[in-house]
């Protein structure tokens, strides 16, 4: 994604483009390895030393708000970042805590799209387990 297509994605959820905004997004686009917002903020401040670590933070809050950006929850460790684009699930290492992208598969949903009184916008499913780099040190145990 270029920087013009950067700012319109900015603007046509309603948020400015900031000097900021736009370094965690493109960060982001450049970065696929779901970073936490501390890897970001680090990697942001070294290009721009005036972005502080609460504007990090909350830019990328306003950017999951937006849609723009999926914060994936690990449990008991720091959340990791993912841009919105192609559909995907997520695989978590129960040793490492590693996020890796998988192959979207589509969920049934019921035809109305509700549970209950709940209206279902999203369903994503969220594989734990041993990634290929932890596997065998489970098995040398």
């Known amino acids: 994604m270029d920087a013009e297509a950067i ?3 900015l603007e046509s959820r309603g948020l400015r483009c900031t000097a900021q905004r736009f370094a965690v997004v493109s960060f982001l686009m450049d970065h696929s390895g779901h970073p936490t917002a501390a890897e970001i903020f680090e990697a942001v401040n070294r290009v721009d030393p005036r972005s ?5 933070y909350n830019n990328l809050r306003d950017l999951v708000k937006a849609g723009l950006v999926r914060e994936v929850a690990v449990e008991g460790r720091a959340g990791r970042f993912d841009m919105q684009g192609m559909r995907h699930h997520h ?4 040793r490492c805590g590693g ?4 192959e979207w598969y589509d969920v049934p949903r ?6 209950g009184k709940r209206i279902v916008r999203e ?5 734990r387990g041993l ?3 932890c596997a065998p040190h489970r098995a040398s145990r």
């Open 7 to 9: 700012k319109h994605s």
């Open 52 to 56: 502080s670590r609460a504007t990090t």
């Open 91 to 94: 695989f978590i290492c129960d």
């Open 99 to 102: 996020v890796e992208d998988m």
């Open 110 to 115: 019921p035809a109305q799209r509700t549970l």
């Open 123 to 127: 369903c994503e499913l969220i594989f």
């Open 131 to 133: 990634c290929t780099k």
